[in-house]
């Protein structure tokens, strides 16, 4: 190596340096695979609202949270970066009721129960932006402006309007609950969801090492 001209020495310096750099980068990139697989939980933050207005937001698709004494149910605001088809699944110890409901409070689709046991799952196809998702022990409704009151399942009615509120017009038996959220991105000449993973994985990476050099 001392035989190498000066020119050499500089070449090798910048291979380094991109040595460097391209560790740096998939260190970033193993950094971004594990934060993405150890699937990160937003715990609920003392008792969620019930009130869209004031919606706690979730940070992370996966939502940890209980329905305590005389908890008429929790609203989580949730801001997508893709639009595609969305999925709720929850699960817990309550007899889980769920809502999805649109940045502009209009509620749009709810379920009770789903594949026969208490648990509900719904899907529905979003945009990028604003939603919110209430959940609550059954028998659940959410509030309008008039006061009427729609039970959360199914399709919900054309025109109901601004929702208010969600709440439990039966009895409530508290317990713990999880809501589980994917976005699938839709097939017609979109990107299949790994591709924009790895890509996502990418800028990431990108954007940690660029942080890393300031
Ligand atoms: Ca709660
Ligand atoms: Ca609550
Ligand atoms: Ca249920």
């Not at 039970?151 to 439990?168: C, K, Q, R, W």
């Not at 996502?200 to 050099?213: A, E, Q, S």
Request: proline residues 3%.
């Amino acid at each position: 190596m001392e035989n190498l001209p000066a020119s050499a020495t500089k070449i090798e310096r910048k291979a380094e340096k991109m040595k460097t750099k391209l560790n740096k980068l998939s260190l970033a990139l193993l950094l971004a695979a594990g934060m993405t697989s150890a699937h990160a939980t937003y715990i609920e933050s003392g008792d969620a609202s019930n009130f869209l207005a004031s919606a706690q937001l979730a940070t992370d698709m996966l939502i940890q949270g209980t329905i305590g004494q005389g908890d008429e149910g929790d609203v989580y605001k949730l801001v997508f970066g893709t639009g595609g088809l969305l999925t709720i699944n929850a699960t817990g110890q309550i007899d889980t009721n769920i809502a999805l409901f649109d940045a502009g409070f209009q509620a749009l689709v709810g379920n009770d129960d789903s594949g026969g046991g208490l648990d509900s799952m719904l899907t529905y196809a979003i945009s990028a932006g604003t939603y919110y998702i209430g959940i609550g022990d059954y028998a659940m409704y959410a509030i309008n402006a008039s006061n009427q009151a729609w039970f959360m399942d199914g399709l919900a009615p054309a025109g109901f309007g601004t929702v208010s509120h969600i709440e439990n017009q039966t009895s409530i038996d508290p317990g713990a609950y999880t809501l589980t959220l994917s976005v699938q991105p839709r097939s017609n000449g979109v990107p299949e969801p790994a591709t924009v993973g790895l890509l996502g994985l990418g800028l990431l990476g990108l954007g940690m090492m660029r942080r890393k050099r300031v």
